[in-house]
């Protein structure tokens, strides 16, 4: 409702959640309309971002996943460094450590298979450069199927 009324109408809004049963004033409404809107906004700009990087230098790196796994621990610390203010109730502890330590298991990871990737291009590179040599090639030739070679990598 918030989206089909463009943040705006929150008389309307909280007067429809008061049918439904829910004690929500113009104010609250107006609140959570902004904080909604807000987060809505940095999304769509982090979501253009990622889209421009990954248009720009590709992803074969996985800075995507990096940047994502980066940005998912800083909410999850937030939302630690708020436990003190945030009702306990409220909040799944439990389930908060559990996907922090999702994540930092998905980074160790992504940098396992980054490390093998590269260990196994050095190694085809040198497989390519030893047939290179044994047919004389130009150095010059050479070189730039090494560039070509870690420009991919």
Request: glycine share 6%; with cysteine; net charge negative.
């Amino acid at each position: 409702m918030l989206i089909e009324k463009s943040f705006s109408d929150y008389e309307g809004i909280a007067s429809w959640l008061q049918e439904q049963g829910y004690d929500v004033s113009r104010s609250a409404a107006h609140r959570y309309g902004q904080e909604f809107e807000e987060k809505m906004a940095a999304i769509k700009i982090a979501t253009e971002q990622a889209r421009a990087i990954t248009e720009a230098v590709g992803d074969g790196e996985g800075l995507m996943g990096d940047a994502l796994t980066s940005l998912c621990q800083e909410k999850a610390f937030q939302v630690l460094v708020k436990m003190q203010e945030l009702d306990p109730e409220n909040v799944d502890f439990t389930k908060l450590t559990v996907a922090v330590s999702k994540l930092n298991k998905t980074a160790v990871d992504q940098k396992k298979w980054q490390s093998e990737a590269r260990k196994k291009a050095d190694k085809a590179l040198e497989n390519i450069e030893e047939k290179l040599k044994a047919q004389k090639l130009d150095p010059e030739a050479l070189r730039v199927v090494r560039e070509e070679i870690y420009g991919i990598i």
